[in-house]
C-alpha cells in the first residue's frame, strides 16, 4: 500500500485532521492533480469551521501552488539533474470560471511574501477571462518583470500604505435551519391532522345484513282452567272522567280532579302542586332537591299532596255502600278515583294499598313498592273486586292475611284494641310513609279488651237453676218478621236490578226489620247473670290523636327524617250529619300537616270524578 493510500484511509477516519489533509493536497498538487487537490478541499468537514491558517495556507497552496521539495545532494562530480517543468494543471469543470482561469504554478520562496508578493503578482501579465486559450497560455509563459525594478518602483512611495500583519478573522458560522425543519414538521403535522378530520366526517354508508330471526312455538299447559270474570254492567250510563279512562301504564306527574267540592277544611298550611318542569312539590313547598326525581303529586278527591313514599287508606265497610251515599255505584267511583291517583305515580315513588274493616287490615304488599307499570296494574287488578259483588261484600281471606300493627309500651291504645282508620294509619306510619291518604265512612268507636289480670280478677258468675228460655209466640212473630223482611229486600233488588241501579246493602238487618215489620227480637228469661269483668272506658278521639302524634315523634322525628302528611277524606250521606267528630278529623289533619275535605253522597263523588 503506498503512502497516499494510507494517508487516504486515515483520512477517512478522521476527516477533521488538516494535517492529513494538507499533505495530501500538496502531493497532489506535485503530481500536477489540480482537480484532486480542490475536491479534497471541497470535501472537509462543514460543520467544524476551518482555522484561520489553515484557510491561508489553502489559498496560497491553490494560487500559487507548491514549494518544490529540495533537490538530493549532488556529488562533486556530477552535475545535478535537470527536473523536468511542471505542466499546468487542466481546468476543472466543477470550479468557478475564475478559478479555472487561476494558473497553478510552482516556484521558489521570495523576500517579497505577504502583502508586498501579491502587489508584485499583481503587475505580472494578466490576461481577460474572455481571452482565447491561447493567449492565456503565452501570458503564463511571459517572462517576469526585474525584481529590481518592482522594488526600486516602491522605495519612494509615499501613499501612507502601510503593511500590517492582520489577525486572523472570526469564523462566520452558517445560519442554523433548525427553525426551518421545525417548520416543515408543524406543517405535515398539520396537514395529517385535517386529512385525519375530513375523513373522519366522511360518512360511509355499508347496509348491514338483516339478523337472523328465529321463531319458537312453545305449547304451555296449565294444571287449572282459567275462570274468567264476568263483570255485569248497569244500565245506567255511568260517564267516567277523562282522567278515569287513561291507560294505567301512562306515568303523568299529576292525576288531576279539578272539581270545587264543598265542605273544604281550609288551614294555614298551603300544599303547592308543581306542573313547571325542574321544580317538583317536596312536603309543604317548592323544591329542587335531586330526590324530587322520586316525589309525586296525588289529587286526591280535590286534596293535593305529594310524597316519595305514599299510602292510601281506603275504608272497605258495609258503610261505604249504603244507599245515602250512592250505593255500590259510589264505592266503584271511589275505586276508580284511587286508579286515576295511582297512575299518576312517578317511577321512583313507592306505594302500597291499606284496605280496613274493622280490627282486619290488608295490604296490597307487605311493604311499599316502586310505582313501576307492572306494580300499579296489579294494584288496580287487587282492588276492583273489593265490595264488588253484592253476595260478597267486605273483606274475606281471598285479600291476604290480616296485618298487625306494633305493640309499644305508654302508648294510649294498645295494639290489639286498634281497629279501622287509626289501625291503618299506624301501620302506614311504621312503614314510615312520606303522605297518607285516607277515605274513610265516618268516626267508629273502639272498645277496651280487659288485660289477663283484670280478667283472673273478675268475680265467678252464678250458676243458672235452669237453661233460659225464649217466648214461642215472639219467637215465631221475630221469625215471620225476618221472612217478611228478606224477601221485601229481594224485591227491592230485584227491582233495582230492572232499573239499572245496584242492589240495597244493609249494614244492620235487625234495624231494617224493625224499620219494615215493626218487630223486635224476642226476649231471653231467666237467663243468669254474665261473669262481668271491670268496666273499661272505650277509646276517646283525643286517644287517638295522642297515638298518632307519637308515632310521629317515634317514627319520624327520632330518625331525622321529614314528618309525614295526613290527608282525610270524609265521605258521609247526603243528610248525615257527623256532630262533634268534624272536630277530630281537623284535629288530625291539622296537626300533621294535612286537609280535610267532606264528601256527600254520590252527587259529590261524581263531581270529583266527572261524572254525570
Known amino acids: 500500500m503506498s503512502k497516499t ?143 529590481a525594478a518592482v522594488k526600486a518602483k516602491w522605495e519612494n512611495y509615499d501613499g501612507g500604505l502601510e503593511l500590517v500583519v492582520l489577525e486572523p478573522t472570526d469564523f462566520v458560522e452558517a445560519p442554523s435551519t433548525v427553525p426551518e425543519r421545525f417548520s ?42 282459567i275462570i274468567t270474570p264476568r263483570i255485569t254492567k248497569p244500565n245506567v250510563e255511568i260517564k267516567p272522567s277523562a282522567s278515569a279512562a287513561q291507560a294505567v301504564d301512562v306515568i303523568n306527574s299529576l292525576g288531576s280532579s279539578a272539581f270545587s267540592v264543598p265542605d273544604v277544611e281550609t288551614s294555614d298550611d298551603l300544599i303547592v302542586s308543581a306542573m313547571l318542569p325542574g321544580v317538583e312539590a317536596l312536603g309543604n313547598g317548592m323544591s329542587f332537591s335531586t330526590k324530587s326525581v322520586d316525589a309525586s303529586n296525588v289529587n286526591f278527591f280535590g286534596l293535593s299532596g305529594s310524597g316519595n313514599r305514599i299510602v292510601f287508606v281506603i275504608d272497605a265497610t258495609a258503610e261505604m255502600l249504603v244507599d245515602e251515599k250512592g250505593g255500590m255505584f259510589a264505592y266503584d267511583n271511589v275505586k276508580t278515583e284511587v286508579g286515576v291517583m295511582l297512575a299518576s305515580l312517578n317511577r321512583g315513588t313507592e306505594f302500597n294499598l291499606l284496605l280496613y274493616e274493622g280490627k282486619r287490615l290488608v295490604a296490597f304488599r307487605e311493604v311499599p313498592v316502586p310505582g313501576l307499570p307492572s306494580n300499579i296494574r296489579q294494584a288496580i287488578e287487587w282492588l276492583d273486586p273489593v265490595n264488588r259483588r253484592y253476595e260478597r261484600l267486605g273483606l274475606d281471606n281471598d285479600f291476604g292475611p290480616s296485618q298487625e300493627v306494633a305493640e309499644v309500651e305508654g302508648y294510649p291504645i294498645a295494639a290489639g284494641d286498634l281497629a279501622h282508620y287509626p289501625k291503618a294509619i299506624q301501620k302506614a306510619m311504621e312503614w314510615q310513609a312520606g303522605a297518607i291518604f285516607c277515605v274513610v265512612s265516618g268516626y267508629r268507636g273502639m272498645g277496651r279488651a280487659p288485660t289477663p289480670e283484670m280478667m283472673a280478677k273478675r268475680p265467678t258468675a252464678p250458676t243458672a237453676p235452669t237453661a233460659p228460655t225464649v217466648d214461642p209466640g215472639e219467637q215465631k212473630a221475630w221469625l215471620d218478621a225476618v221472612a217478611k223482611t228478606r224477601a221485601w229486600l229481594e224485591n227491592e233488588n230485584e227491582a233495582r236490578r230492572e232499573k239499572g241501579l245496584s242492589p240495597k246493602v244493609v249494614v244492620n238487618f235487625n234495624q231494617l226489620v224493625r224499620e219494615i215489620t215493626g218487630a223486635t227480637p224476642p226476649a231471653r228469661r231467666n237467663a243468669p247473670a254474665a261473669a262481668t269483668a271491670p268496666a273499661l272506658p272505650s277509646v276517646t278521639p283525643e286517644e287517638i290523636e295522642l297515638q298518632i302524634a307519637k308515632l310521629v315523634n317515634d317514627r319520624y322525628k327520632a330518625d331525622g327524617m321529614e314528618e309525614p302528611s295526613l290527608h282525610l277524606v270524609l265521605f258521609l250521606g247526603e243528610d248525615e250529619e257527623i256532630g262533634a267528630d268534624e272536630d277530630h278529623f281537623k284535629n288530625l289533619t291539622r296537626k300533621n300537616r294535612g286537609k280535610l275535605k267532606i264528601l256527600r253522597g254520590l252527587a259529590a263523588l261524581q263531581n270529583v270524578t266527572g261524572a254525570q
Open 5 to 147: 493510500e494510507e494517508l487516504l484511509e486515515q483520512l477517512e477516519l478522521t476527516p477533521g485532521d488538516w494535517s492529513i489533509r494538507l499533505t495530501l493536497i500538496e502531493a497532489a498538487l506535485r503530481n500536477g492533480d489540480a482537480a484532486f487537490a480542490r475536491r479534497l478541499v471541497r470535501a472537509s468537514p462543514s460543520d467544524q469551521p476551518t482555522p484561520p491558517e489553515v484557510q491561508v495556507r489553502l489559498h496560497t497552496l491553490l494560487t500559487k501552488g507548491v514549494e518544490p521539495l529540495p533537490a538530493p545532494p549532488v556529488p562533486p562530480d556530477k552535475n545535478p539533474p535537470v527536473a523536468p517543468p511542471v505542466p499546468p494543471a487542466a481546468p476543472d469543470e466543477d470550479l468557478e470560471p475564475a478559478a479555472k482561469e487561476a494558473p497553478v504554478l510552482a516556484f521558489p520562496r521570495t523576500e517579497f511574501e505577504g502583502g508586498l508578493s501579491a502587489l508584485i503578482e499583481s503587475d505580472l501579465p494578466a490576461m481577460s477571462r474572455r481571452s482565447a486559450p491561447g493567449k492565456r497560455a503565452k501570458a503564463r509563459q511571459a517572462p517576469h518583470p526585474d525584481l
Open 184 to 225: 416543515a414538521i408543524l406543517m405535515a403535522i398539520l396537514l395529517h391532522i385535517v386529512l385525519f378530520i375530513v375523513v373522519g366526517l366522511v360518512v360511509v354508508h355499508t347496509e348491514l345484513p338483516k339478523p337472523l330471526q328465529l321463531v319458537v312455538s312453545v305449547i304451555h299447559e296449565r294444571e287449572a282452567e
